[in-house]
């Protein structure tokens, strides 16, 4: 179930909200290679795959998509992960997973994309419907979107309600330090 905190509606109308929540009736599937904190961001249970290659890719290959730099999620089974967008981002990069997999609808604008997101992820591997390696996960498709690069995504990560953790990387930005 997708659901935007506190705004109804239509996804299209309701993507202004600062905060949005995605569950496993709202993955895709796919099979991924194991996670690597050399290619990876990771935290725990989440993954930002392909995260960590991002400070050397080229502005050409970044923009490839638009405004939009996609990178898949994943979480493994029975875990909730809260990402969001450390303050000092927010004008620059924004979290997009919320158009429905199934379309290729007009982008939302950055500032009306939220800046924290929470993954629920499916309750076991049977559900799960994806793996990273072995290891079953719930994937999320979707995108940094970002005002210009190179970029420094900044995030706050909160992994079952455990404490406050930061995670960087940089799209095109070497400055950026991955984390």
Request: net charge positive.
């Amino acid at each position: 179930m997708l659901a935007i905190d506190a705004v109804p509606g239509p996804i299209a109308a309701v993507a202004a909200a600062p905060a949005a929540t995605v569950t496993c009736a709202d993955k895709s599937e796919g099979a991924f290679r194991a996670p690597s904190a050399r290619h990876d961001v990771l935290l725990g249970p989440l993954t930002f795959v392909g995260a960590a290659d991002a400070a050397t890719e080229s502005l050409a290959q970044l923009r490839r998509f638009g405004d939009r730099w996609k990178v898949p999620l994943l979480v493994r089974p029975g875990h909730r992960v809260v990402v969001s967008v450390r303050p000092s981002s927010r004008a620059a990069v924004r979290l997009d997973y919320l158009q429905p997999h199934s379309a290729t609808p007009e982008p939302v604008a950055l500032a009306r994309l939220p800046a924290r997101m929470t993954f629920v992820a499916c309750a076991d591997g049977a559900t799960a419907g994806s793996s990273a390696g072995h290891t079953p996960v719930t994937f999320w498709s979707g995108s940094i979107a970002f005002r210009r690069v190179p970029a420094c995504v900044r995030l706050d990560v909160r992994v079952d309600g455990g404490p406050l953790r930061h995670r960087s990387f940089g799209l095109g930005d070497h400055r950026c330090a991955t984390r």
